[in-house]
């Protein structure tokens, strides 16, 4: 089993990355394969628009250091994105990602019942972390983005989310989170 997990946090070693490093550390453990890639430290632009990928291509027209990322996702059993939410969403380095996943979507993808270029049964985790504890705020984050999870055929979509964190979150603090990413990973790689 493959995993590409995408770290969405520009500061390193945040929460998001700890959680979603603790998922693919038991994933591997278990015999998965992993490619994790830090978006900050990549060099890339955001959709177009260009269509091309409707119009000419069966992918983004754009080359740059994403289209590896778009690659390794395309080729993984479970992608696994992290994002902490800043200014509640995810973080830009996040969405842009997202936008680029639109090259996914055959051209009649509105229309078609299969509109999704990626093999068919993926999974997807996504680690949320805020740090408003209350966690009635920003819960419509991942519903939101779950259509287009939808859309890209995604069928088995989790969420860890972790509220209350901050940047000088102790180990104690994160020892919830990171023992419920390594049960998930044995949950979704276990038949």
Request: glycine share 8%; proline share 5%; hydrophobic share 45%.
């Given at each position: 089993?493959?995993?590409?997990?995408?770290?969405?946090?520009?500061?390193?070693?945040?929460?998001?990355?700890?959680?979603?490093?603790?998922?693919?550390?038991?994933?591997?453990?278990l015999g998965a394969t992993a490619e994790t890639f830090t978006l900050n430290s990549l060099n890339y632009r955001g959709c177009q628009g260009c269509y091309a990928c409707k119009k000419t291509l069966d992918h983004c027209i754009l080359?740059?250091?994403?289209?590896?990322?778009?690659?390794?996702?395309?080729?993984?059993?479970?992608?696994?994105?992290?994002?902490?939410?800043?200014?509640?969403?995810?973080?830009?380095q996040t969405k842009g990602f997202f936008d680029r996943t639109f090259s996914y979507l055959k051209p009649d993808y509105i229309t078609n019942a299969a509109p999704s270029r990626l093999a068919p049964e993926k999974k997807m985790?996504?680690?949320?972390?805020?740090?408003?504890?209350?966690?009635?705020?920003?819960s419509d984050i991942f519903s939101r983005y779950r259509m287009f999870l939808d859309w890209t055929g995604y069928k088995d979509c989790r969420l860890i989310r972790a509220c209350g964190l901050s940047p000088d979150s102790t180990a104690e603090t994160?020892?919830?989170?990171l023992q419920e990413a390594r049960a998930l990973?044995?949950?979704?790689?276990?038949p």
């Open positions: 089993m493959k995993i590409a997990c995408l770290l969405g946090s520009p500061r390193s070693g945040s929460c998001s990355a700890a959680i979603a490093g603790e998922f693919v550390k038991a994933a591997v453990e080359q740059d250091d994403l289209t590896k990322v778009l690659d390794s996702v395309k080729e993984a059993d479970i992608l696994v994105m992290a994002s902490p939410v800043y200014y509640g969403d995810i973080t830009a985790v996504m680690v949320q972390t805020q740090g408003q504890p209350d966690q009635k705020m920003f994160l020892a919830p989170f990973a044995g949950e979704m790689l276990t």
